[in-house]
């Protein structure tokens, strides 16, 4: 357990490491398990303000991970509450007040906000000890709540209580202190990453302009499900955490701007509401090598990495997919078959941010509704993946999607289709 001074060392240290991370949602989760190893606490939530709404969908419980297999992950609903002084969250996001709770369930009768049990019950745990901070942004507006539950200290009586259900410590005035230093330094980090995420997002909306399907959900659910498959991949393959850690955050965002390329493409294509002839689809596959040239002035490895899946997101595993072997900059094949046309990557050849991505949108347009089609029930698009694994897929790549479905439910919920 680390003493005051020790705990705003590593807050500054961290600061740093923080800064490194450029996605949303990968930064949410790190700063909050960053928050709870400083404050020794063994859950919390990061709620996101959105208008006059909290949105729930960063949640950890260390007593109950622990519980699970290797590699297996808490899953949890997203949901959102208003803004009000009934809850102990919609408290602190509208009076901007830190709330330091030592029993949730001992709350006085005259205090403005309740505890709600139902999410406790629903998951047989106790909550108890509860910090909930307030996160602002430079201007001193509330972009967010912060709360840290059941606190692993012993209590101020000596009493040595770390465990995490009705027995736990509490949280002290000197962690309320920790704790709001810890969250001025994350807020401004956190304001950087949603004005990265916004700049992203305006790029897919330039896209969804053209190519209605390029929708804001759509793509996060393709870059969640991106990172879900390629964490499980890497750890197979015995990769350092440290890499799998810096990747992750790149892919995340590089397979949120997989098509976009397809805004260099005509709208009487792109839109077409009848079957592609055959020059048509030869127009609109040059998305792939549009979308790579976006990055070509490689100046980062987020440039490098969304290059990648952008060209090679519609690679087949059996080598019938597209672009090929071609120069970016020209389209020109610099590996041609006998009619001059670019031979396609086949199997390994084919990164695996590539392979990976691929695997990711097909699922995704399957079980999503269209203008042109509905949505494919669970069975049926689970079945068609299984078919084509071997074909289009890699069959490892395959193998671990299947490991991930329950994790894969969550993120649907997360990004629904807008209305």
């Not at 709330?99 to 106790?126: L, M, Q, T, V």
């Not at 892919?251 to 009487?268: F, N, T, W, Y």
């Amino acid at each position: 357990m680390l003493d005051d001074t020790k705990k705003l060392n590593e807050i500054i240290n961290l600061s740093s490491e923080l800064n490194n991370v450029q996605d949303l949602d990968i930064l949410l989760d790190k700063i909050l398990t960053e928050a709870r190893k400083i404050l020794n606490a063994d859950a919390g939530s990061i709620q996101i303000r959105e208008g006059e709404e909290l949105i729930f969908s960063h949640v950890q419980t260390e007593s109950i991970q622990k519980k699970l297999q290797p590699g297996q992950k808490l899953i949890y609903k997203t949901f959102r509450t208003k803004i009000n002084k009934g809850s102990i969250s919609g408290y602190a996001a509208l009076t901007g007040q830190i709330i330091n709770i030592p029993d949730a369930y001992a709350i006085p009768a005259d205090a403005p906000y309740k505890f709600d049990s139902n999410n406790d019950k629903k998951s047989n745990y106790r909550t108890k000890s509860m910090l909930t901070i307030p996160l602002k942004n430079n201007r001193s507006e509330i972009i967010g709540v912060m709360q840290i539950i059941n606190s692993l200290n012993p209590n101020p009586d000596g009493q040595d209580l770390t465990v995490y259900c009705c027995e736990g410590g509490r949280f002290s005035a000197d962690d309320e202190m920790i704790a709001l230093h810890f969250a001025s330094i994350t807020s401004m980090i956190l304001q950087r990453a949603q004005m990265t995420r916004a700049l992203i997002l305006r790029m897919i909306n330039m896209a969804k302009l053209r190519d209605p399907k390029e929708t804001g959900p759509h793509v996060n659910r393709v870059a969640s499900y991106s990172v879900e498959i390629y964490e499980r991949w890497a750890r197979y393959k015995k990769i350092d955490e440290n890499e799998i850690e810096r990747n992750r955050d790149l892919l995340r965002m590089a397979a949120m701007l997989h098509d976009v390329g397809k805004v260099a493409i005509s709208d009487l294509i792109l839109k077409k509401p009848a079957k592609f002839t055959p020059e048509e689809y030869e127009i609109m596959k040059t998305h792939a090598q549009e979308g790579a040239m976006l990055f070509k002035s490689k100046q980062s490895e987020f440039d490098e990495i969304s290059a990648i899946v952008a060209l090679t997101h519609h690679e087949n595993w059996d080598g019938t997919g597209y672009p090929g072997h071609i120069d970016i900059s020209t389209g020109l094949p610099t590996k041609a078959d006998s009619n001059g046309k670019a031979i396609p990557l086949k199997g390994t050849e084919i990164p695996i941010y590539g392979r990976i991505v691929s695997l990711a949108d097909v699922y995704d347009a399957l079980i999503s509704k269209r203008v042109y089609k509905e949505a494919w029930d669970e069975n049926s698009a689970l079945k068609e993946m299984r078919l084509m694994s071997g074909t289009k897929f890699d069959p490892e790549i395959v193998e671990i999607f299947f490991d991930c479905q329950e994790v894969f439910q969550s993120i649907a919920n997360r990004y629904p289709d807008e209305e």
